[in-house]
């Protein structure tokens, strides 16, 4: 056997397959790792952009609540407006009725004063009545001679 022939009676059967064996079991071994590489690269892509998107919605989600934050100060300038307008229109409407209870005063106290002139006025247009009745008698009536002592 000199030659570099292999004598197949001298090759043990098992030991092929263990070699066999151990040959598929790196090159399983060295595809298994290549997938696993390859999806953790994946797993990294996909988280890398996961987060981006989380920051692009934190963002979104802070620039949204700094709007909200304004328009929610605006409302509350708006309602602390309508508390005074309220206040204010509740003054206004005092006010209102003061007037008005100073207008009916000042109308009673000028009911008063010309129901006062009518019975005033009433008590003159008798009397001057009274006088006219006392002149026609006056003139009507013959005249009087004096009569001399």
Known sequence: ?????????SINLNTVISVAGFLGTFVLVGIAWGTTQS???DLEDWRTQHETAHRDLVA?????FAAL????????TTLFKMT????????????YETTDNRISRVTE???????????QLSA??????????????MEN?????????
Not at 1 to 9: E, H, R, V
């Open 1 to 9: 056997m000199a030659d570099g022939s292999i004598d197949l009676k």
């Open 124 to 137: 003159i247009s008798t009397q001057i009545a009274l006088t006219n009745q006392t002149l026609q008698r």
């Open 141 to 149: 009536s013959p005249p009087r001679v004096p009569s001399q002592p």
């Open 60 to 64: 979104d989600m802070r620039s949204n």
């Open 39 to 41: 999806r953790v690269g």
């Open 84 to 95: 005074e307008f309220e206040y204010r229109l509740a003054q206004v409407e005092k006010e």
């Open 109 to 119: 106290s000028y009911s008063n004063q010309f129901a006062d002139m009518r019975t």
């Open 69 to 76: 934050s304004e328009r929610i100060k605006g409302i509350d």
